[in-house]
């Protein structure tokens, strides 16, 4: 079985530029999740899909963080502009069911400079 | 908001011996997860125990749960050096039982 797909890996860039993510769930997965995991602390939720729709994004700072789930497969989460504490791994993560078991891609280390 | 939080943050122990890390929670849950993360990896899931269940087994983990006491541990026996990583324990948050919430983990490090 294929795990989520992320990309970039890596990225490096200047405050104030923008900056996208993507993500490719497992197939078969309806829920999608996008964590931050800054570093030394535990995954924090930015926003959560149900197929295409958002369950929750109560933490995601939406004056300059979005997202979106076109036909309820691959995912992008998008910051613009950045800010230096936009510094973090971003975690994309899918589940069968909500909230039970979460495979998780190996996540976009974001470097804000 | 934080729901769960595990203890210690840190521990250091000897290849072969045991580590036990615990995790605490606030409001009542239908289930507690447990998730490993290697140093610049994605998390990888351990053990989901039930509200219902009191004690969970799978290889050398050991997952027990006390919803009176709003905490459970994991226990990992004869450790390996490839059992380094940090453990984060992961909740609902409150009635939000679509909204799972990670501690800040406890870091474990097994000198060979």
């Known amino acids: 079985e294929a795990g989520v797909a992320q990309s970039p890996r890596y990225k490096i860039i200047e405050k104030r530029q923008s900056v996208a993510f993507w993500c490719n769930p497992i197939?078969?997965?309806?829920?999608l999740y996008w964590y931050q995991q800054i570093l030394g602390q535990g995954p924090k939720l930015l926003i959560q899909f149900q197929n295409n729709g958002v369950v929750d994004d109560s933490q995601l700072p939406k004056d300059r963080f979005s997202a979106e789930r076109l036909k309820g497969v691959d995912s992008t989460l998008k910051i613009q502009p950045a800010k230096l504490e936009d510094s973090a791994v971003y975690l994309c993560a899918s589940s069968f069911r909500t909230n039970e078991k979460l495979f998780f891609g190996s996540g976009t280390q974001l470097s804000v400079l | 908001s934080q729901q769960g939080e595990e203890d210690p943050q840190a521990l250091s122990i000897q290849e072969g011996e045991n580590a036990t890390m615990n995790c605490s929670y606030k409001?009542?849950?239908?289930?507690l997860q447990w998730y490993r993360q290697n140093s610049g990896r994605g998390l990888v899931h351990l053990i989901l125990?039930?509200?219902?269940?009191r004690e969970k087994h799978s290889g050398r983990l050991r997952v027990t749960l006390d919803t009176s006491k709003k905490s459970s541990s994991l226990l990992i026996t004869a450790s390996r050096a490839a059992d380094t990583a940090s453990y984060f324990c992961?909740?609902?948050?409150?009635?939000?039982?679509?909204?799972?919430?990670f501690g800040s983990g406890t870091r474990l490090l097994v000198r060979p």
């Open positions: 197939s078969g997965h309806a829920t």
């Open positions: 409001t009542s849950i239908n289930n």
């Open positions: 125990i039930r509200s219902n269940e």
């Open positions: 992961a909740t609902e948050e409150g009635d939000s039982s679509y909204k799972l919430i």
